[in-house]
């Protein structure tokens, strides 16, 4: 991911920045991506300290930011506000989202044995790992009962 961040988007995106600013300049953010006109990545010191060394929250935080980056460059900058009538409309869950299925694809969950097989062949935490297992497990299930 760092090197993704590093190296790969700044040859492949025409203007995209990456920072990494000290944690005292975004108090209570571990990342933040700016869109609309610009593509920017801005990771806080201390997740890209964890990134560099495989953490995995900083991961999920890259990958996240990430989203934002791929999911919503073309809309106009908001603040994001998470909403009470559908999620899948919020930005932040759609994130959330494309992380979780960037950093652990359904293809490969299908070959594992269990959830934590799934944490540890992806590197990611027991909660995502159980919530992509779980997952591609009930779409298993769903593809054999409408086949």
């Not at 944690?23 to 801005?42: F, H, N, R, Y």
Request: proline share 5%; with cysteine.
């Amino acid at each position: 991911m760092v090197n993704l961040l590093e190296l790969v988007l700044p040859e492949v995106l025409p203007g995209f920045d990456f920072y990494v600013l000290p944690d005292e300049e975004m108090p209570g953010m571990a990342g933040v991506t700016a869109t609309g006109g610009q593509q920017t990545i801005i990771l806080s010191e201390s997740t890209y300290i964890g990134l560099c060394h495989g953490d995995r929250e900083a991961r999920h935080v890259a990958a996240h930011e990430l989203g934002h980056l791929v999911l919503h460059s073309a809309q106009t900058p908001m603040l994001a506000k998470r909403t009470r009538n559908d999620t899948r409309v919020d930005p932040e869950w759609q994130a959330d989202r494309f992380a979780d299925l960037w950093l652990v694809p359904t293809d490969g969950v299908r070959k594992c044995r269990s959830a934590k097989h799934v944490a540890a062949k992806y590197n990611v935490s027991d909660e995502l790992a159980e919530r992509r297992w779980t997952e591609v497990k009930i779409e298993g299930i769903q593809g054999e009962l409408f086949e």
